[in-house]
C-alpha cells in the first residue's frame, strides 16, 4: 500500500485571499494615518493663524492705548493731527503713540508716528522714523494679516456719549464714521476722540471688534 503524501503549501484562493486582506488592511491603516496627519495639520494651521491674529491686535491695541496728543508736520510741510481717519481718510487710522522702545540710546524720541490700512487684503502698518517728516522720510511698511476681508474705524466725540442698552449692545447713532480736519476751518485743531471701536472681518474667521476708551488729552 503506498503512502498519501500531503500538500504543505497554500492554495491559490487562499493566497488570494491573504492578499486581499492585506491590502485592506493597508489601506485602512494608510487613511487612518492620513486623516491624523491632516487632522495635526489642521490644528498646527489654526494655531498658527490664531497667534497671528492675536500678535495683530495686540500691537494695534497697543498703538491705540498710547496715543498722545501730539500733531505732526508731514512731508508736504503740512500740520496733521495728533489722530486721524475713517472712509474719507487717506487711512483707516493713523495716529501718535508714546512708548517706542529705545533699547539701543539711539538720538530719537520715544513718541512714534503709526498707520494701519488694508491693501492687498492684508492689514499693514507703517511707522516712521521721525515725528516731523521731510520729503525723504519714507514709512516702514510691515503686512500684519492676510486674509483680510475689511478694516473699519469708528470714533466717539465723547464719553458722555458712549451708551448702550439693556443687552450691552452699544448705541451707534452717536459714533463717527470720520475723524479728519474740518477744510472749512483752517487753523482748526483736531482734538483726539474718546474712543475708538475697530472692525476687522477676517476671511473663515469672521468678524472682531474692538472698543478703546482713549487716555484724556
Request: glycine share 6%.
Amino acid at each position: 500500500m503506498g503512502v498519501r503524501r500531503t500538500s504543505l503549501g497554500f492554495t491559490l484562493i487562499e493566497v488570494l485571499v491573504a492578499m486581499a486582506i492585506t491590502a485592506l488592511i493597508s489601506v485602512v491603516a494608510y487613511s487612518a494615518l492620513s486623516s491624523a496627519l491632516s487632522g495635526a495639520e489642521s490644528v498646527r494651521s489654526a494655531t498658527v493663524r490664531a497667534q497671528q491674529i492675536n500678535q495683530t491686535l495686540t500691537l494695534l491695541s497697543r498703538d491705540i492705548r498710547q496715543v498722545v496728543n501730539r500733531s505732526i508736520v508731514d512731508e508736504f510741510d503740512q500740520r496733521a493731527p495728533a489722530l486721524s481717519g475713517g472712509v474719507l481718510s487717506r487711512y483707516p487710522l493713523t495716529l501718535t503713540r508714546a512708548g517706542w522702545h529705545n533699547s539701543t540710546g539711539a538720538p530719537r524720541s520715544t513718541l512714534q508716528r503709526v498707520r494701519w490700512w488694508i491693501e492687498d487684503d492684508a492689514l499693514w502698518r507703517a511707522h516712521f522714523p521721525v515725528l516731523d517728516r521731510t520729503p525723504g522720510t519714507e514709512a516702514i511698511e510691515t503686512a500684519m494679516l492676510d486674509d483680510v476681508v475689511g478694516f473699519e474705524v469708528r470714533f466717539l466725540p465723547a464719553i458722555a456719549e458712549l451708551k448702550s442698552d439693556r443687552d450691552d449692545v452699544i448705541d451707534d447713532r452717536n459714533w463717527r464714521d470720520n475723524w479728519i480736519l474740518d477744510v472749512s476751518q483752517p487753523g482748526l485743531e483736531l482734538p483726539t476722540p474718546a474712543a475708538i471701536e475697530i472692525v476687522l472681518e477676517l476671511a473663515r474667521a469672521g468678524e472682531i471688534r474692538r472698543l478703546y476708551v482713549l487716555p484724556s488729552s
